[in-house]
């Protein structure tokens, strides 16, 4: 049976980005070094667990039935932009370059790992649409086979007609990054994205 140590241990260790060394270094910090800390943090997860839920509207963190941003009427409700995971939407919102609002599919389409459109927040995205909520959506997904698979499964369920505009974000070379340590897929995206320069 595995100690009270080594049980914190290996649930620290399966934390995204947590690995064996990290784990032990993160129990020993809170159980040797700053054991005053402890108490605090099982209380913010504790609070956290009860506290915080997905957002009724667009699937990201929230506290009430809609998150800060859906709340927030300064936003443009009608352009959403529809990222996979709540971390690709504070990226975005970090840039401070959209001022619409979200809407977080929880994944991308993956037959081999099981994931179809069942496990995904698609259909409240479709809901949106279909109320005549949504005038754009922004498609933020992985440039990968199972984003633009997703992209597809969405803009083939959107309404036809042709009443929601439907952007893909660009993708290309990174500020300050070089052609010559580029991958061949971004390459490829960096001049398929192409715009006139003036």
Known sequence: MASAFESLQAQLKKLPGVGFRSAERIALHLLVEKPEQLPALVEALRTAAVA???CTRCGQLAE????????DERRDQGLVCVV???PDLVALERSGAHRGVYHVLHGKLSPISGVGPEQLNLASLLDRVSR???REII??????VEGEATCHYLTS???PGGEVKVSRIGFGLPSGGGVLYADSVTLRSALDGRRSYS
């Open 52 to 54: 915080v839920r997905r």
């Open 64 to 71: 009430a039935d809609l998150c800060p941003i859906c709340a």
């Open 84 to 86: 996979e995971h709540v």
């Open 132 to 134: 005549g909520e949504v």
């Open 139 to 144: 498609l933020a997904l992985s440039n990968d």
């Open 157 to 159: 369920h959107l309404p």
